[in-house]
């Protein structure tokens, strides 16, 4: 851009010392003719201004020259150009688009958590326990008026609490058992990885609600149904940004017994992770408010083999599984101002291998103890950054850093039954150990009446 500042009828001699620069990106060129002089402001590079240190100011820079003349972006370059280095890097850095950290955490604490209390239901049960009974784990009608009515709840540590059984005879043909669940999560999982400060953990909490049906289908062999909602939310480590999730899916599972013992029990989910994410970007001063939503494929399964061993009032033995999940992350874009995002993010996939022991009580004994103890090993890598572009803007994405996936890790749960006649009392726990990305504890406890 060329201005005419001053003109002189009688001619111009000399010229003006020590011009300034306007800012860290605009500089002032001046030239002199007969009787006029004309200033050009030219734009440099945010590549030359930003901090080598910081991967999102350098992201950023790349979008930012990029971009330069996209009409949709003109209310962006015309508050940051006239800035400092150091505000123009501390600006860029605030935009850090550390939802998507976050928003990848939830989905994955909400799969997981319901293949748990899959697992944890099918190695419960057996074709004995069907006999029209219909078991109610947990609190499942107060947990949800409870929640619709906390909306404000924030908080992978993640702790659950899913209560034990009451189970009602009579209900259901005396070959199926129905039941009806629901528990609390919370925890906390590592924060993305590029992003200043990078101080703490992102935190999140919800609750989810299941029911199903069972049938047995023959000597030692059963199948079922369920479906199951999950509703997680959270914040990041550094203020101003939260996502949430909800996790919506039905299940298809069973087992069955051979003889000598041998246990194979298998399922298999489909359903929808749709997210929300918010951040607050501030430009010089105007704060935008930044929303993002998305409905991702979930697919999973596992397959488990186990083999129990008498040991008295107890059983003790083995156990192995695969599991595989596939969550179809995919393009989606921010809605509320000049700062907004479009993001271009890579499915998550995962293939474990599970390797353990379990050891329970036996059924109808009036103590009830169980413990199980089982290493994890990840064979996949997931994505370790996403793209990303201003919406409107021109050019490649830019390349931003997520928080990656551990590799091995420990699980371990214990809980104990008591039954005094009308009333049971349950505690029960879980815990991983030594897992970094997605640190997960569950809690449950319950007093069971019957009438």
């Known amino acids: 851009m ?60 790349q979008l930012l020259d990029n971009s330069r003349g996209a009409a949709a972006l003109s209310g962006l370059y015309g508050p940051l150009d006239m800035q400092s280095a150091a505000t123009i890097q501390a600006t860029l850095d605030s935009w850090a688009p550390r939802t998507e950290t976050l928003r990848g955490s939830l989905a994955t604490v909400a799969v997981d958590n319901m293949a748990r209390f899959t697992r944890d239901r099918l190695q419960r049960l057996d074709e004995a326990s069907m006999g029209g009974t219909l078991a109610y784990i ?47 999560l919370d925890g906390d999982s590592r924060a993305m990885a590029t992003a200043v400060p990078a101080a703490g953990r992102d935190q999140f909490d919800g609750f989810y609600l299941a029911g199903g049906v069972e049938k047995a289908v023959g000597d030692g062999s059963l ?30 599972y069973g087992k069955t017994r051979f003889a000598g013992g041998v246990e194979l029990a298998a399922q298999a989910s489909a359903g929808a992770f749709g997210s929300k994410t918010t951040r607050i970007a501030d430009l010089v001063g105007t704060p935008y408010t930044l929303t993002g939503e998305d409905s991702s494929l979930v697919v999973s399964g596992e397959v488990s083999l186990a083999k129990m061993f008498d040991a008295g009032s107890m059983e003790v033995g083995p156990r192995a599984a695969l599991r595989a999940t596939h969550i179809g992350f995919s393009k989606y874009k921010e809605t509320g101002g000049v700062p907004a995002l479009v993001y271009d993010r890579d499915s998550v996939d995962s ?42 803007g021109l050019g490649p994405n830019a390349i931003f850093g997520l928080a990656g996936t551990d590799k091995d890790w420990a699980e371990v749960g214990a809980g104990l039954t008591l039954s005094t006649g009308n009333v049971d009392l349950s505690i029960g726990a879980d815990t991983t150990i030594g897992r970094k990305d997605v640190s997960n504890q569950s809690y449950r406890g319950s007093v069971t009446f019957h009438f």
């Not at 001699?13 to 300034?20: E, L, S």
């Not at 022991?357 to 413990?371: E, M, V």
């Open 2 to 61: 060329e201005y005419v500042f001053l003109t002189a009828e009688g001619g111009i001699t000399g010229t003006f010392d020590n011009v300034a620069n306007i800012s860290a990106i605009l500089t002032p060129t001046l030239t002199y003719g007969p009787a006029s002089v004309t200033v050009a402001i030219d734009a440099g590079l945010y590549e030359d201004v930003v901090s080598g240190a910081s991967p999102v100011q350098q992201a950023y820079a």
């Open 138 to 184: 947990g609190r499942p009608m107060q947990l949800a008026a409870l929640n619709m009515t906390a909306a404000g709840a924030d908080s992978a540590a993640v702790r659950s609490d899913s209560a034990p059984m009451t189970v009602e005879q009579g209900k259901l043909p005396d070959d199926m058992s129905g039941f009806l669940a629901g528990g609390y």
């Open 223 to 252: 199948v079922g149904f369920s479906l199951s909602y999950t509703d997680v939310k959270g914040n990041t480590a550094v203020a101003g940004q939260s996502a949430k999730g909800t996790l919506v899916q039905g299940t298809l």
């Open 351 to 392: 293939v474990q291998a599970r390797a353990g022991l379990a050891l329970s009580g036996k059924a109808g004994s009036r103590i009830q103890p169980y413990l199980n103890a089982d290493y994890v090993h990840e064979f996949k890598d997931a994505p370790a950054a996403f793209g990303a572009n201003f919406v409107g």
